[in-house]
């Protein structure tokens, strides 16, 4: 191995590391003013590959890009570690606050049809899909206040660790102008790129948003029918199964607990359910719920505010981990679900 390539052998890696410590924008992207990024060496790579597969207009691109502004502010945010460090004890309060579910029941008092409607089409729970709307955006109150095109193009452009995940996004965001009539100017959204009341990514959007409401369009963000309808898609296309529970609190049996130790998963990483509610009874894991001895489950310790707290998740639990890939999320939404149901049924 020569010099320079022992010296690139170390330096990639510290290079890596720095930027996602303290990242910053590219010195192309720290100067661009007029131009914004369509002057930045990898955005010229984006629209050569644009051009060759002939998936948007050149002219039209450019121009896009060059109404592309980098930030610095985006690059911060997606560094900064979130639900990754938080105990359950911290995580849940943020969601499940009483206001939030004031906010579910006046949502869905103004949408009962529509939640209805697609918990019919879909078989997926009405609450389960209230709930998602409400942690995501607090019922639209909160989409984003980032132009989704200089959220895409900073971290496809400026932001190595994920920028293939990001040009991806990038490419999929080009095409919603065509096929769902989105402004790719005007779009706003999080610091990802996620759009509308569902907090949609480009490729979610593209795959899985339906026109609920018939009117020929597929808007996520200014339509909360469509918004609805996508989310319960979105839902029955990963396997969720109706009618089925989501999870159950358990309590531990002191005497076998340590077999139990082993068949516990994460509550930062999702998992799929592998374990059966008979292997966890046997481990001395024993649900609150009747639930049947052959299904598939995990078993995961969440640190609430009064100590350890046994779940049990099912399927479902492992399907809304599909929409967000964080246990303590999937938590979070099945727990507003709840509080949610209990509201309206009293
Ligand atoms: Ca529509």
């Not at 206001?99 to 729970?125: C, I, M």
């Not at 918004?227 to 049996?253: C, D, K, M």
């Not at 516990?264 to 649900?287: D, Y």
């Not at 779940?311 to 964080?326: A, D, E």
């Amino acid at each position: 191995m020569n010099f320079h390539a022992v010296m690139k052998k170390f330096l990639m890696p510290l290079a890596l590391l720095a930027c996602c410590l303290f990242p910053t924008l590219s010195a192309q992207a720290a100067d661009a003013t007029a131009n914004g990024y369509l002057d930045h060496p990898e955005a010229q790579k984006f629209i050569a590959e644009i051009q060759a597969e002939q998936a948007y207009p050149p002219a039209k691109l450019k121009d896009l890009l060059r109404s592309a502004t980098p930030q610095q502010s985006i690059l911060e945010a997606i560094a900064r570690p979130a639900e990754k460090t938080k105990t359950w004890a911290e995580y849940r309060p943020i969601f499940l606050t009483e206001e939030r579910v004031n906010q579910g029941v006046e949502f869905y008092r103004q949408h009962e049809s529509t939640l209805v409607h697609a918990e019919q089409e879909y078989g997926v729970s009405r609450y389960v899909i209230l709930a998602i709307i409400g942690v995501e955006t607090r019922y639209g109150k909160h989409m984003g206040r980032h132009r989704v095109i200089d959220a895409l193009t900073t971290l496809a452009f400026d932001y190595p660790p994920r920028s293939a995940f990001f040009r991806s996004e990038l490419k999929h965001f080009l095409q919603l102008e065509q096929e769902a009539g989105i402004d790719l100017n005007a779009a706003q959204g999080s610091y990802a790129g996620a759009m509308g009341y569902g907090q949609f990514i480009a490729s979610s959007y593209r795959h899985y948003a339906v026109d609920f409401d018939g009117d020929g369009r597929r808007d996520l963000l200014h339509n909360p029918v469509d918004a609805i309808g996508s989310v319960a898609n979105y839902f029955r296309q990963h396997g969720w199964r109706t009618g089925e529970p989501v999870a159950s609190l358990a309590r531990r049996l002191g005497e076998q607990a340590r077999a139990l130790e082993p068949l516990l998963s994460s509550p930062t990483r999702p998992q799929k359910p592998t374990r059966s509610i008979l292997e966890l009874k046997q481990a001395g894991l024993l649900p609150d719920a009747d639930l049947p001895a052959d299904s598939a489950a995990t078993a995961t310790r969440f640190l609430g505010k009064d100590g350890p707290e046994y779940w049990i998740g099912l399927q479902n639990f492992y399907v809304i981990t599909r929409y967000n890939h964080s246990p303590l999320y999937a938590m979070a939404v099945y727990q507003l679900s709840e509080a949610l149901q209990r509201k309206l049924s009293s």
